[in-house]
């Protein structure tokens, strides 16, 4: 199975580093670039083959592990 | 021998290496803030460590923008001399004035300590004070140090003789133990083609005093007043 | 916009009594509105008012002649160091953020001690940080949480101080499981100015302009500050939107602009950083300090988010933010300057002769109060206390009987050297950026940190540094305990060869309510008193946070100390390893004899008990006095005090890190009236291990002996990599080696 | 109009995040991730409505600022 996790920072939390690529976008040029937000995707590779154990058990992980509840959002993608 | 140092909004070992020139080293230097653009003919170039643009997205990946990166890369296609530490090291890479990137540590952690380097080439401006297998005692300041580059690249490094230190134990064995952040072959720095640009991840500029505990930075840029 | 109506139910969410209500009302002379009760409300916090600890507070001494500027009166306190040269310090806890969001708790807090310096007019150029966890070790849920606790807490120290670019270049961490649930997270800062750059936080000159500059005000951490004076509880997970995310970047940038700025002091008038309560607390105290007014509007204020209302406006904690009242006439002066530095300036108000804050918002007002009464004159309490019912039993030991004597030294030692609170921090430590701005000269690790300063024309000084406290002691007795934490940190600059200057304090305590809790607050600020009056050096500023409690009860006692001092010669630093093999070794100050609270109880035995090591100021005066003048006179080879865990531990210690020289010690005590135990682990203050070159042991004992301070030679440097003690016939060896791995080992198995 | 630009490490290069990651992954008793690689996803919000113009410009500003070539790929979405 492959899984993907996205993590995003909450929308009222700052997130320091879209705004520092934010302005270096509108240094570049493009200026119609108005708000940057960056999260991280995380790729895995899961063996085995019962989805809904492993949603499960992800969904643990997702919120124990590979996102900080109190600053981020995840979301969960199992194919 | 005339020195200038880059200040990145974030930099933070820029007056470290300003002072190193100025008191230890004794030779004329000054800052260059990003957004100028002049660099004079006769200067040798020092992007100091730091966290330029607070490190964000990607080490170096803003202020490889900086308006006076153009004039960085010129100056080092004329041949001048180019010195990356740290921070400045992974701007370089950014900038594609070096080859391979620099990557989170292995354990992930910011890891600040005295390390063993090997010197591994003598052939470039910037060691000729140093013996080649000699060993240093330089610092390294890092979260993301680990160097990386594709096959052809690292065949490439070492066909040109572009490894100039690596990370060693105490008996000068490049042995994974003494690695302290997983880079590609202990690889701690390297230089261009050309020979004139060189980047490296630990701190010379923190070793040029015995009351800061080495002082075997000192003759790397001694022997740039060649 | 519409504003919740004020209902009793609103005033006590609010954290604020009928009581107080009443008083805002009087000074009011009407009911207060939603947004000015979210005003009172924090600034009467106690973490802005102190209005539970203020009358103990007063017992500290805070004068002396190098006060430059007094605890209290402005962001931090700042001592003269010579050379026209001065010293701003404090320390400052984020112990409830870091509990909920460890890694941006413990970030912001650092954030904000940097900030309280650079208010000041000072470049930072040290940090501390003192930390308490419960237990790592282990596969408990709660070990697991104390571990993910520890690793963020780190890591974010690591993140702000390491991209700010200060060197953070000491501090220190206990684990006990009286910290479960609520860690503590204290963050000192140090930083350099000359006598002429020091710059205060009133608001003075009637029509100066009033701007705000740095990161732009979102809804972060709201009411954090009446967050931080409430217990920990389940619910309090549900107040996660209060946490703060710190950008450090933004914060390098706001402290170039600013000392760029101060370059021009004909354009500066007053600076206040905005910390907790942001631009509540900002406003009102300049304006209070400069028994002045300040009308704002809200509508100017640079703004991240759409749609905020003056409560959310007035009551943010976004980080990274300073108020600055400018000379009128100079506001070009400050826009350009922050231009260069990409940042927000932005003009929001001016100085008034009111003596009222007068918030706006679209030109109406949303809020008006005096500024003093709002600032300087919030309820202070004078709390119950009562000692612990329980003091007599905690105190109670009868070791003799309740411990037998030890058959052999060998896996104890090895035990102590691999207790966390006692193993080596290297973990920690080497995660923090200690060399930056290249003047560290005795690094984490040493028993106080040692950094070079430049005072101009080529001239340097050094500042000797650390932190400390025991908060077992501090349990067991508070009043004892608080002189030890003064006196031990003292100690330890001392040995690297500093007088100290002054000291910073963070009392962390559990709630005050609680009448045990406030009698040991006001046994450890006595014991504090007492013992600063003692040494001489004055409190300069500090923090108090209370309500430190976890559903399981109160943390320990923890007032944690920082104490600063003075190294006039390079020559006179000392380190505290052993240098070379043939030195002759030391102890000074005693055999001791005390075990009630001791490391050995605790770690081997389980025991949290007995009377802690008395703390007999005098002598242990003359004993620092006595070590330094010795160092002074270039005698000294290496110095390390005995603390936790006693003699073995210290001398164990004095062998680590000679790696490449492989030292060791061989010891022979003749002494036989104490057990080995005792007289290898108790922990009796005013101690000392030195190595002196086998020339000068005549001397040295004949130093001390004038100077009437017990010392005699235990011992010799060995180069054979081994710790070899004699005592009552019996022989125990350790190679070096394996010590110093259980020592190294410990917090990393745990970690890794 | 949004865009998303999805930011992977190359399959060829050292992911120590994803590795270290993966770990602690096991360590939470999930043994059945193989692997994980960690990438970034930023976020855009960007004015205007010329989609081909703001493409192409998009697309330049992920190869010289949002990836590393010689580490990364990049996709980009945009609506
Ligand atoms: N939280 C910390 N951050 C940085 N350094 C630390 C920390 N805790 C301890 N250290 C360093 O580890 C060393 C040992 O600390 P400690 O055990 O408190 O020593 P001592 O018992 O002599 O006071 C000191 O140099 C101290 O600065
Ligand atoms: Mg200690």
Same mark, same amino acid.
């Given at each position: 199975?492959?899984?993907?996790?996205?993590?995003?920072?909450?929308?009222?939390?700052?997130?320091?580093?879209?705004?520092?690529?934010? @302005?270096?976008?509108?240094?570049?040029?493009?200026?119609?670039?108005?708000? !940057?937000?960056?999260?991280?995707? =995380? %790729? &895995?590779?899961?063996?085995?083959?019962?989805?809904?154990?492993?949603?499960? @058990?992800?969904?643990?992980?997702?919120?124990?592990?590979?996102?900080?509840? !109190?600053?981020?959002?995840?979301? =969960? %993608? &199992?194919? | 021998?005339?020195?200038?140092?880059?200040?990145?909004?974030?930099?933070?070992?820029?007056?470290?290496?300003?002072?190193?020139?100025?008191?230890?080293?004794?030779?004329?230097?000054?800052?260059?803030?990003?957004?100028?653009?002049?660099?004079?003919?006769?200067?040798?170039?020092?992007?100091?460590?730091?966290?330029?643009?607070?490190?964000?997205?990607?080490?170096?990946?803003?202020?490889?923008?900086?308006?006076?990166?153009?004039?960085?890369?010129?100056?080092?296609?004329?041949?001048?001399?180019?010195?990356?530490?740290?921070?400045?090291?992974?701007?370089?890479?950014?900038?594609?004035?070096?080859?391979?990137?620099?990557?989170?540590?292995?354990?992930?952690?910011?890891?600040?300590?005295?390390?063993?380097?090997?010197?591994?080439?003598?052939?470039?401006?910037?060691?000729?004070?140093?013996?080649?297998?000699?060993?240093?005692?330089?610092?390294?300041?890092?979260?993301?140090?680990?160097?990386?580059?594709?096959?052809?690249?690292?065949?490439?490094?070492?066909?040109?003789?572009?490894?100039?230190?690596?990370?060693?134990?105490?008996?000068?064995?490049?042995?994974?133990?003494?690695?302290?952040?997983?880079?590609?072959?202990?690889?701690?720095?390297?230089?261009?083609?050309?020979?004139?640009?060189?980047?490296?991840?630990?701190?010379?500029?923190?070793?040029?005093?015995?009351?800061?505990?080495?002082?075997?930075?000192?003759?790397?840029?001694?022997?740039?007043?060649? | 916009?519409?504003?919740?109506?004020?209902?009793?139910?609103?005033?006590?969410?609010?954290?604020?009594?009928?009581?107080?209500?009443?008083?805002?009302?009087?000074?009011?002379?009407?009911?207060?509105?939603?947004?000015?009760?979210?005003?009172?409300?924090?600034?009467?916090?106690?973490?802005?008012?102190?209005?539970?600890?203020?009358?103990?507070?007063?017992?500290?001494?805070?004068?002396?002649?190098?006060?430059?500027?007094?605890?209290?009166?402005?962001?931090?306190?700042?001592?003269?160091?010579?050379?026209?040269?001065?010293?701003?310090?404090?320390?400052?806890?984020?112990?409830?953020?870091?509990?909920?969001?460890?890694?941006?708790?413990?970030?912001?807090?650092?954030?904000?001690?940097?900030?309280?310096?650079?208010?000041?007019?000072?470049?930072?150029?040290?940090?501390?940080?003192?930390?308490?966890?419960?237990?790592?070790?282990?596969?408990?849920?709660?070990?697991?949480?104390?571990?993910?606790?520890?690793?963020?807490?780190?890591?974010?120290?690591?993140?702000?101080?390491?991209?700010?670019?200060?060197?953070?270049?000491?501090?220190?961490?206990?684990?006990?499981?009286?910290?479960?649930?609520?860690?503590?997270?204290?963050?000192?800062?140090?930083?350099?100015?000359?006598?002429?750059?020091?710059?205060?936080?009133?608001?003075?000159?009637?029509?100066?302009?009033?701007?705000?500059?740095?990161?732009?005000?979102?809804?972060?951490?709201?009411?954090?500050?009446?967050?931080?004076?409430?217990?920990?509880?389940?619910?309090?997970?549900?107040?996660?939107?209060?946490?703060?995310?710190?950008?450090?970047?933004?914060?390098?940038?706001?402290?170039?602009?600013?000392?760029?700025?101060?370059?021009?002091?004909?354009?500066?008038?007053?600076?206040?950083?905005?910390?907790?309560?942001?631009?509540?607390?900002?406003?009102?105290?300049?304006?209070?300090?400069?028994?002045?007014?300040?009308?704002?509007?809200?509508?100017?204020?640079?703004?991240?988010?759409?749609?905020?209302?003056?409560?959310?406006?007035?009551?943010?904690?976004?980080?990274?933010?300073?108020?600055?009242?400018?000379?009128?006439?100079?506001?070009?002066?400050?826009?350009?300057?922050?231009?260069?530095?990409?940042?927000?300036?932005?003009?929001?108000?001016?100085?008034?002769?009111?003596?009222?804050?007068?918030?706006?918002?679209?030109?109406?007002?949303?809020?008006?109060?005096?500024?003093?009464?709002?600032?300087?004159?919030?309820?202070?309490?004078?709390?119950?206390?009562?000692?612990?019912?329980?003091?007599?039993?905690?105190?109670?030991?009868?070791?003799?009987?309740?411990?037998?004597?030890?058959?052999?030294?060998?896996?104890?030692?090895?035990?102590?050297?691999?207790?966390?609170?006692?193993?080596?921090?290297?973990?920690?430590?080497?995660?923090?950026?200690?060399?930056?701005?290249?003047?560290?000269?005795?690094?984490?690790?040493?028993?106080?940190?040692?950094?070079?300063?430049?005072?101009?024309?080529?001239?340097?000084?050094?500042?000797?540094?650390?932190?400390?406290?025991?908060?077992?002691?501090?349990?067991?007795?508070?009043?004892?305990?608080?002189?030890?934490?003064?006196?031990?940190?003292?100690?330890?600059?001392?040995?690297?060869?500093?007088?100290?200057?002054?000291?910073?304090?963070?009392?962390?305590?559990?709630?005050?309510?609680?009448?045990?809790?406030?009698?040991?607050?006001?046994?450890?600020?006595?014991?504090?008193?007492?013992?600063?009056?003692?040494?001489?050096?004055?409190?300069?500023?500090?923090?108090?946070?209370?309500?430190?409690?976890?559903?399981?009860?109160?943390?320990?006692?923890?007032?944690?100390?920082?104490?600063?001092?003075?190294?006039?010669?390079?020559?006179?630093?000392?380190?505290?390893?052993?240098?070379?093999?043939?030195?002759?070794?030391?102890?000074?100050?005693?055999?001791?004899?005390?075990?009630?609270?001791?490391?050995?109880?605790?770690?081997?035995?389980?025991?949290?008990?007995?009377?802690?090591?008395?703390?007999?100021?005098?002598?242990?005066?003359?004993?620092?006095?006595?070590?330094?003048?010795?160092?002074?006179?270039?005698?000294?080879?290496?110095?390390?005090?005995?603390?936790?865990?006693?003699?073995?531990?210290?001398?164990?210690?004095?062998?680590?890190?000679?790696?490449?020289?492989?030292?060791?010690?061989?010891?022979?005590?003749?002494?036989?009236?104490?057990?080995?135990?005792?007289?290898?682990?108790?922990?009796?203050?005013?101690?000392?291990?030195?190595?002196?070159?086998?020339?000068?042991?005549?001397?040295?004992?004949?130093?001390?002996?004038?100077?009437?301070?017990?010392?005699?030679?235990?011992?010799?440097?060995?180069?054979?990599?081994?710790?070899?003690?004699?005592?009552?016939?019996?022989?125990?060896?350790?190679?070096?080696?394996?010590?110093?791995?259980?020592?190294?080992?410990?917090?990393?198995?745990?970690?890794?």
């Amino acid at each position: 199975m492959k899984a993907t996790v996205i993590v995003t920072p909450k929308k009222s939390v700052l997130d320091p580093q879209g705004e520092a690529v934010r @302005k270096a976008i509108h240094g570049l040029g493009m200026d119609c670039v108005e708000s !940057v937000r960056i999260g991280r995707i =995380i %790729e &895995l590779e899961i063996s085995g083959s019962d989805l809904v154990k492993t949603k499960a @058990k992800l969904e643990e992980v997702a919120k124990d592990l590979l996102s900080n509840p !109190v600053i981020e959002d995840y979301q =969960i %993608e &199992l194919k | 021998m005339k020195f200038v140092v880059l200040q990145f909004p974030g930099s933070n070992c820029d007056f470290d290496c300003f002072r190193a020139i100025d008191e230890v080293l004794q030779q004329p230097v000054r800052m260059a803030w990003h957004k100028d653009t002049h660099i004079e003919a006769d200067e040798t170039i020092i992007v100091p460590g730091g966290f330029s643009y607070g490190d964000y997205l990607r080490c170096g990946a803003i202020a490889r923008f900086s308006p006076i990166m153009k004039s960085v890369k010129a100056a080092a296609e004329r041949g001048q001399k180019v010195i990356g530490i740290c921070n400045g090291f992974q701007i370089l890479c950014e900038a594609g004035l070096l080859p391979g990137a620099l990557v989170r540590n292995r354990k992930m952690h910011f890891i600040c300590e005295h390390v063993t380097l090997r010197v591994e080439s003598q052939e470039t401006a910037f060691t000729t004070h140093y013996k080649k297998g000699q060993l240093l005692n330089i610092p390294i300041a890092h979260g993301e140090g680990c160097y990386v580059a594709q096959p052809d690249v690292l065949a490439d490094l070492k066909a040109n003789n572009q490894i100039i230190f690596r990370y060693a134990d105490a008996h000068g064995q490049t042995s994974d133990a003494a690695n302290p952040n997983g880079a590609l072959e202990n690889i701690a720095g390297i230089c261009n083609k050309q020979r004139n640009v060189l980047g490296l991840m630990p701190h010379p500029e923190r070793a040029c005093e015995k009351l800061l505990g080495s002082t075997d930075g000192l003759p790397l840029f001694q022997s740039l007043l060649n | 916009m519409n504003e919740p109506a004020i209902t009793p139910e609103i005033i006590s969410k609010h954290g604020i009594t009928p009581d107080e209500y009443e008083r805002i009302q009087k000074i009011l002379g009407r009911h207060p509105n939603f947004t000015e009760l979210g005003i009172f409300s924090v600034m009467w916090s106690e973490h802005c008012s102190y209005k539970n600890s203020r009358l103990e507070l007063k017992k500290f001494p805070t004068t002396g002649p190098r006060v430059l500027v007094k605890a209290g009166d402005e962001n931090a306190g700042v001592l003269d160091i010579g050379d026209n040269m001065a010293v701003a310090f404090k320390i400052e806890s984020h112990n409830h953020p870091s509990a909920v969001e460890p890694f941006q708790g413990a970030a912001t807090g650092v954030g904000g001690i940097l900030r309280d310096i650079f208010t000041m007019g000072a470049r930072p150029v040290a940090n501390l940080n003192s930390l308490r966890f419960g237990p790592i070790h282990g596969d408990s849920a709660q070990a697991k949480t104390n571990r993910r606790l520890l690793a963020g807490v780190v890591g974010g120290v690591a993140h702000y101080g390491n991209c700010f670019g200060t060197p953070t270049i000491g501090g220190d961490i206990y684990f006990d499981p009286s910290y479960n649930g609520n860690p503590l997270v204290n963050a000192f800062s140090l930083g350099l100015l000359r006598h002429d750059q020091i710059r205060k936080g009133a608001a003075t000159g009637i029509g100066n302009p009033v701007f705000y500059v740095g990161a732009k005000t979102g809804r972060d951490g709201l009411a954090g500050a009446a967050f931080a004076s409430r217990d920990l509880t389940e619910e309090s997970k549900e107040d996660r939107p209060a946490v703060q995310v710190g950008d450090p970047f933004m914060q390098k940038l706001l402290l170039e602009a600013c000392l760029e700025l101060y370059e021009n002091p004909e354009a500066v008038v007053g600076v206040q950083d905005m910390g907790a309560a942001g631009l509540t607390c900002s406003t009102c105290e300049t304006a209070s300090r400069g028994d002045s007014g300040i009308e704002v509007e809200l509508d100017l204020v640079p703004q991240r988010e759409t749609g905020m209302t003056p409560y959310e406006i007035m009551l943010s904690e976004s980080q990274e933010r300073m108020l600055i009242i400018v000379q009128k006439g100079h506001e070009d002066t400050v826009r350009k300057i922050f231009e260069k530095w990409d940042l927000d300036a932005a003009e929001i108000g001016f100085v008034t002769d009111t003596k009222r804050c007068v918030i706006k918002q679209h030109g109406k007002v949303v809020a008006d109060i005096p500024a003093h009464a709002l600032a300087a004159e919030a309820p202070l309490y004078k709390r119950e206390a009562q000692e612990p019912s329980d003091l007599a039993d905690r105190q109670s030991l009868d070791f003799t009987t309740a411990i037998p004597e030890p058959r052999d030294l060998q896996s104890i030692l090895v035990r102590l050297l691999s207790a966390p609170s006692i193993a080596s921090k290297r973990w920690i430590y080497r995660q923090y950026d200690h060399m930056v701005q290249k003047n560290t000269v005795l690094a984490p690790g040493s028993d106080a940190a040692v950094i070079r300063i430049p005072t101009g024309e080529g001239k340097v000084k050094f500042l000797s540094m650390a932190s400390d406290c025991n908060g077992r002691y501090c349990w067991l007795d508070p009043r004892e305990g608080a002189k030890i934490a003064t006196a031990e940190c003292c100690r330890n600059l001392t040995m690297t060869g500093a007088t100290p200057l002054g000291l910073t304090d963070n009392l962390n305590f559990g709630n005050p309510h609680n009448k045990e809790v406030f009698w040991s607050l006001r046994e450890a600020i006595e014991g504090m008193s007492e013992a600063c009056r003692a040494f001489g050096i004055p409190v300069t500023g500090g923090n108090v946070s209370l309500y430190n409690q976890s559903p399981a009860g109160a943390i320990d006692p923890t007032p944690v100390v920082a104490v600063v001092g003075v190294i006039d010669q390079e020559s006179h630093i000392t380190p505290s390893a052993f240098r070379s093999a043939g030195d002759a070794i030391l102890l000074v100050g005693g055999l001791g004899h005390e075990m009630g609270g001791s490391s050995y109880l605790y770690e081997l035995h389980g025991l949290k008990k007995g009377l802690p090591p008395r703390m007999d100021l005098a002598k242990e005066i003359q004993f620092q006095n006595a070590v330094r003048s010795l160092i002074h006179l270039g005698k000294v080879r290496s110095a390390h005090d005995l603390s936790d865990g006693g003699l073995l531990v210290s001398l164990a210690e004095c062998c680590f890190r000679t790696e490449e020289k492989g030292l060791g010690a061989k010891l022979n005590l003749t002494e036989d009236t104490l057990r080995s135990d005792v007289l290898f682990f108790n922990e009796t203050q005013g101690r000392a291990v030195l190595s002196v070159a086998l020339c000068d042991i005549d001397s040295s004992l004949a130093h001390f002996r004038a100077q009437g301070v017990e010392a005699i030679q235990i011992g010799l440097v060995a180069g054979d990599g081994r710790l070899s003690v004699s005592h009552a016939e019996q022989t125990s060896a350790w190679a070096v080696r394996d010590l110093e791995e259980a020592f190294e080992g410990s917090i990393p198995s745990a970690m890794d």
